[in-house]
């Protein structure tokens, strides 16, 4: 992959002292050394769980998936296999890297946390690092067009990762990066929620990495409320509505616990008239 990255940004995470690190732990044997003790999402048209877990022998807290291959045909299966080696075409502290892949069975246990949603300072910290990632993928040319909460880990020590690079598209070609990609796969109706107009129009204009961007505007209104906008519509008339010009208005339930500023953030973020959203502009408290 020529234009990906050659050396990291960051050194990976250590583990303990005097524990193995992660590299070097073989996590064939991961029963006889952890448990999943939390499922915190699905994805993969409910094919796959997202757990946490306690790693005995690393000393470290974990992030496992759990598909059911059982259940793929050979298609998702070499979508699956592509997430896995894209995975390690990138090295940030922001992009989600796979250590191995093994076969378990076990059971897991469902919780939910922030049934209200998020506030203002937990949500702008998550997509500092989120967006940290996606400026990383997009210097590279590339688009995730799969921005969602589920694809947003963190870390014990509140290290943000993006994952989900099933979908990860290039803009570069033949040595060359284009200003628009007209690559318009057939996503699962249950992402169709986070896609911008312009990947959803499927026209001559063709996207770019501020599609991106667009979904980030989503995912905010998912993290504030728990709520995903044009989840509950029928397909036809999602459409409908994110093609709108002005764009479709979001309502004040997707933001119960949280100041406004959020909100014209993420209606900024979702307008599709891009010249108008060229940059994003962060209220930061941290100056």
Known sequence: CPHCPSQPDSPRPSSQPGSPSLEQVEFSDFLQGGCLSLEIGRGFDNLTSVHL???????ALVTIKVTNLENCNEERLKVLQKAMILSHFFWHPNITTYWTVFSVDTSQLLRAYFSEGMGTTLIRNILFGAV????YLHQYGCIHRSSKASHILISDDGLV???GLSHLHSLVKHGQRHRAVYDFPQFSTSVQPWLSPELLRQDLH???VKSDIYSVGITTCELASRQVPFQDMKRTQMLLQKLRVPPYTIGYQYFPSIRIQNERFSVRCRLWDWSK???LQWNSHSK
Request: aromatic share 16%; with cysteine; proline share 5%.
């Open 53 to 59: 877990a306690w790693h005995t022998p690393a000393g």
């Open 132 to 135: 940290r990632g996606l400026n």
């Open 161 to 163: 990762t993006l994952s």
């Open 206 to 208: 063709g996207y770019n």
């Open 277 to 279: 959203c060229a940059y």
